[in-house]
Nanobody, 120 residues
Framework: VQLQASGGGLVQAGGSLRLSCVASGRTFSTYTMGWFRQAPGKEREFVARVKLGRTYYADSVKGRFTTSRDNARNKVYLQMNSLEPEDTAVYYC????????????????WGQGTQVTVSS
């Protein structure tokens, strides 16, 4: 599986961005798709995941971020609203063909990352 993330950019606090991730592979619909982020000097952290239509979010983004998927297009999205400077990071999409959870080590496939910068 190859993943390609896009949609990052510079936005003011309170603004919105939508990240996209396109995946190769014929069994995309059965994969757990996750979003992670990594800020400078910090460890990679879980943001959200979706599997078989069920979603799960980190507490820090709950109510502001929404992840969804379009299996016909092999795409997963992360809609980010009410962005805060603390959301500034490189965002990664990840995939796993099992019941991956919130730890990076549980995911086998990673995209290249897209930078999100939120100015105050």
């Amino acid at each position: 599986v190859q993943l390609q993330a896009s949609g990052g950019g510079l936005v003011q606090a309170g603004g919105s961005l939508r990240l996209s991730c396109v995946a190769s592979g014929r069994t995309f619909s059965t994969y757990t798709m996750g979003w992670f982020r990594q800020a400078p000097g910090k460890e990679r952290e879980f943001v959200a995941r979706v599997k078989l239509g069920r979603t799960y979010y980190a507490d820090s983004v709950k109510g502001r971020f929404t992840t969804s998927r379009d299996n016909a297009r092999n795409k997963v999205y992360l809609q980010m609203n009410s962005l805060e400077p603390e959301d500034t990071a490189v965002y990664y999409c990840a995939a796993d063909n099992a019941a991956a959870g919130t730890q990076p080590r549980e995911y086998d496939y990673w995209g290249q990352g897209t930078q999100v910068t939120v100015s105050s």
